[in-house]
């Protein structure tokens, strides 16, 4: 009993380890351009290196090799004990094909000269499912700063008083619109249509227009209405009251009519609308002078405005939630409305080693460095020096709240930076577009798709949770770090045997839970983000068919 005891415990634990054992190849579902760098990830739970992989066409190997040496897992990129990189670059020819990994399920595997118009597409049709419906919003109620602006509160003007600031975009899961997100939004259309026209199709617009500029126009015409006079400034309609009603449609909103337009001559939201106005002003020139004009005097006078000494920063709403979004620098927002604006001297954003919703330094430094400014080239190379770390998946970030945006943001600086140099391959864009279709721990396409084998399903928001419909476009926030989202998990259950739950490391979790506004509560900003790393990805010469996919009901929440 003595010694065969220990045995039993040997064998047990021996069948329990095999059983549980894997080997998981994590691929870009949407596919490789034929001419750029190829590489997919494989995590195994036991050392496979040496073993064969195998790419086959049509059951014949048309690229094999030995699984190199690994690297041992992290914990925190990888939760598995072994990664290996396979790199399957010299293939060139377009086609579909199978990669083969011994104790892994077999990957399809594509390589065409245009995997991701489609995607682009859909990206744009979730944008459009986020336009504001609320009929109410034709006379917000205006509100001014209560006290000091850096409190966040806020109290309804004297005497009353209404603006119209019918339409906009939903920021996110909730009905709140940001006039910041917007015009980060607006300059993201704006910049991935001028990066690659021949990406985008008219599928959803009813205008002349291809859906992205249709977008961005639906976007531009309501920034034009956040400066109605000289001394008021619309930074945000709607307030946290937005978060305390229930799962409910826009049209049903018992808020509707009575949401206030929060109005502070704040330069964060002066700046980052006039650039985006500007830049509208220099795109529609040659398609709708009209609109042109309009735009670009609007963007010359708030931006003249917010260059008085009258002014604040920012502004923001005090709030566990609203106060998210509360950037507080603004001299790369006004940069960038000065290079949009060709008044190349007024500021020099320092380099920032993030890009986010608050963190425009890098957008104002490419901009000013394309207008041949050599020390806005200094300061972007430096920033994008940042975004090369070391990991598995070529991740330019840590985890946050919110990482996949962010992390796009950084791959897209990270790609422009290259190409002011005459580079074009560039390892953190091509690992982070890699990891939004797939190449990631999970297997999974941030991007909900019914035209990826495996994509997220579930998205944090009140219209696609009550009209059950698929949210065919939607990107989720990626993973989460795991001290927050441990935190926050009071508000939402994890459902139980989690087949996600073995690639969580102890970094990084992710869950494919509508609950879960940590991971999945898409955003206007990170659809922009992606709209233009799908534009930098791409070929400059396509012509891809007005083509919307697969947009099934939902079966399943
Ligand atoms: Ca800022």
Known sequence: MNVSYPLFTIAITGFFFSAQAGVWIRINQAGYAPERNKTAIVLSDTDIAGQIWNLKKNDATVLSGKIPAGKPGDNIFAAQAFTYTIDFSKLKEKGDYAL???????????????????????????????????????????????????????????????????????????????????????????????????????????????????????????????????????????????????????????????????????????????????????????????????????????????????????????????????????????????????????????????????DWNAFANYRLAEQGDEAAKSRLLLEAKRYERENIWNLPGDYVWGSLHRWIGMANVHLRAQRLQGKELSLPFLGVLDYVFGRNNWGIAMLASANLPYSIRNVYNGIYRLTKVFPTGALSEGPGDKATHLEMQKYFTIPKNNSFEKFNTNAGVFYDNADDFMIQESTIGGQGDLLLMLALASAKNLSPKADPGTVPRRTQR
């Open 100 to 358: 083969e990994v011994p104790g892994a399920q077999t990957q399809q595997v594509l390589i065409k000269d245009d995997p991701y118009s489609l995607f682009a597409t859909q990206t744009l049709m979730h944008l459009r499912a986020m336009r504001s419906k609320h009929s109410g919003d034709s006379a917000a109620i205006v509100h001014k700063v209560k006290g000091d602006w850096r409190q966040g509160a806020w109290q309804e003007g004297v005497p009353h008083k209404t603006v119209d600031m019918q339409g906009g975009h939903y920021d996110a899961g909730d009905y709140i619109k940001f006039t910041l997100n917007e015009a980060y939004l607006a300059w993201h259309l704006l910049s991935a249509y001028v990066e690659n026209p021949s990406l985008f199709v008219k599928v959803q617009s009813t205008s002349n227009l291809p859906d992205i500029l249709d977008e961005a126009k639906y976007s531009l015409d309501y920034l034009l209405k956040t400066f109605p006079d000289e001394n008021t400034f619309v930074i945000q309609v709607g307030d946290s009251k937005d978060h305390e009603q229930g799962w409910r449609l826009p049209e049903m909103d018992a808020l509707n009519g009575k949401r206030p337009a929060l109005c502070a001559l704040s330069r964060v939201h002066m700046g980052s609308t006039a650039a985006a106005l500007a830049l509208g002003a220099n795109v529609f020139k040659n398609l709708d002078a009209n609109s042109a004009t309009k735009y670009r005097e609007k963007a010359k006078a708030i931006y003249a405005r917010a260059r008085q000494s009258d002014t604040q920063t920012s502004a923001f709403e005090r709030n566990v939630i609203n106060d998210f979004y509360f950037d507080q620098t603004d001299e790369d927002n006004m940069a960038l409305a000065a290079a949009e604006l060709g008044d190349l001297k007024a500021y020099a954003p320092p380099a920032a080693s993030e890009v986010s919703w608050s």
